[in-house]
């Protein structure tokens, strides 16, 4: 008989789930989110703006409360669970880190593009000498191949991080992808492998059952899939599904779906795939692209759909806002001379 | 090279969308849902009271039109795509079939629990007779092995059936069970397997994903999802993650998209995954068991989401919903009995 792994539930309901909310949640708000989220057994629970521990600002938009103070709201509610904070190398700061571990985090998840695993080395390090445990998260892994992934991710265990997640961010992956982009992280890594996933296809459940099949055994969740755009894999779905399947979860199903019920009337909106969602998913491009595609759609007389699927082709990452315009522009060109 | 085989798209937003309807769909409204499926590239329309030919009744509820008047209705914006009604025997009758067939229908869908095939010969027999196509439709295939589910499929077959689909009516399959049974149906039938999903376990895409790449070449969706409780795989994020896999789709998926906006403002509530559906994905039982089982959690003191776990355990089927306060008046003896 094989032994069936455990599977580790990091909730992120209170740090990816605040894009959906405007960074609007109040410390209220996440005390009760996260009670409820403690009290089902989830394992992780991260807080923070939605675009980690210093997001707050103008660029990314203020949220209702400092880091700190959401971090000090949840801290004393948690029995069982482990506090996490995000943090992405250039927007946060080890300054950022200090005030965080004061407040309770026990968990870093430390975050870069897929390619730029070199940046997170200095605040992994901390970490550690923090005492902290320390996962890397891999974003908009579909961008590049396994191997790519592979080696950034082998950079991350060098710095120390405990597990390495890939991460699906533009919610872009199919199934086999995953698969194959998993096993081979399984194969080359001597740590734990996580995944974490977004719905524009609607794959975000099937994409965390592939990825558990090959052997990942941390995956994250929001309730109710609460995120930008589609939104992520909803954990109480998920924990339906990976104890259908057979799997070791320490989350209590009737629990969990409590919690999804203590979060749904704070929600502004039914977490839905819209149009828009699903050509972010197939084109592989950010939701923050979204305003300025629409911007420049309307200002070169263009389908937004089309300026998404050209942006997708050229890979574009986040920060690179500006240079819709510049495709849009050129695309416009074309037009009226293929006219 | 393999040669990637083109996926037949059959939307049921008109039939199995009627449900979240409660069945009140105009013509009208049918008619303009309906041409923006053709002008996208959908190859089969079905249209009727969610529960087919003849539903419309005390025990279904009552539709807002009859079946004639939303089939007259439908047939003549159709272009390209055909024309199905759904029937499952017992409700809708060889008479139902015939008028019908006057009205436009070319594709009759005739439905049957998944180990009662047999009762389906007769009205296959008449779709072919009257020069229809016919699609088999066994309906809880998550309750029975992949052998049964394929001597069901033999029957069906050997009544004239085009096409056979596994219907998983419950949201209750993970994608290696749909890969195991449909799989396992291609390699014993002649004719095309079809597979329809529901979306209570969020696998709605992942599973229809995972049957066509076990060998289904048609497949089900509704605008949006557009179904009862959790409800269906939405044909627009389906499109989109079946071309995203490499697969030929004859749907254009803007015009996909674009019929999913023509939908949207018809919609009585968004499509989302809510924790009763979560239980009945999870428990295997049918969404029409949700009222009884509430009445019945009331009337004894129980748990509601117990009952349906005990009703998932019994392997209920529709039409036993007095089933259901046996069940609980057990449930509630046993619980009186422990205490």
């Known amino acids: 008989m094989i032994a069936v792994p455990e599977i580790r539930i990091m909730d992120t309901t209170l740090r990816d789930g605040m894009h959906a909310m405007a960074h609007q949640f109040t410390p209220e708000q996440m005390a009760q989110v996260a009670a409820a989220l403690d009290e089902a057994g989830v394992d992780v629970i991260e807080v923070t703006h939605g675009d980690g521990l210093a997001g707050s600002s103008f660029q990314y938009g203020f949220a209702a409360a400092t880091d700190e103070e959401y971090l000090e709201a949840v801290a004393p509610v948690l029995k069982k669970a482990k506090l996490a904070a995000l943090i992405l190398p250039g927007i946060g700061t080890c300054r950022d880190m200090r005030m965080a571990v004061q407040a309770g985090v026990k968990v870093f998840r430390i975050a870069t593009h897929v390619t730029e695993a070199d940046i997170s080395e200095e605040h992994m390090g901390l970490a ?25 991710a082998k950079l991350m265990e060098s710095y120390g991080a405990d597990v390495v997640y890939m991460v699906d961010s533009a919610g872009a992956m199919i199934p086999p992808e995953v698969t194959e982009k998993i096993g ?6 001597n740590i734990p492998v996580g995944f974490h996933a977004h719905n524009n296809l609607g794959l975000a459940v099937g994409n965390t059952l592939a990825a558990v099949a090959a052997g990942a055994t941390a ?61 972010l998913g197939y084109a592989g491009v950010y939701s923050s692209f979204l305003l300025h595609t629409y911007r420049a759609a309307e200002r070169f007389g263009l389908d937004p759909r089309d300026i998404l699927m050209e942006l997708g082709r050229r890979k574009v990452v986040g920060g690179q806002e500006d240079y819709i315009v510049d495709v849009a522009y050129e695309m416009s060109r074309n037009k009226s001379r293929a006219v």
């Not at 779905?237 to 989350?251: H, M």
């Open 128 to 152: 550690k000498e923090m005492g902290a445990e320390v996962v890397g998260f891999l974003m908009m892994s579909h961008t590049v191949g396994k191997e790519k992934i592979a080696e950034q």
């Open 184 to 189: 081979y992280l399984k194969e080359v890594l």
């Open 219 to 279: 995956v994250d969740g929001t309730l109710r899939g609460l995120g930008a755009g589609a939104g992520n894999t909803s954990t109480e779905v998920l924990v339906a599904a990976l104890k259908k399947a057979g799997y070791q979860v320490g989350v209590d199903l009737y629990k969990i779906m409590d919690a999804a019920t203590v979060l749904e009337p704070m929600m502004r909106r039914p977490q839905v795939i819209d149009n828009a969602s699903i050509i």
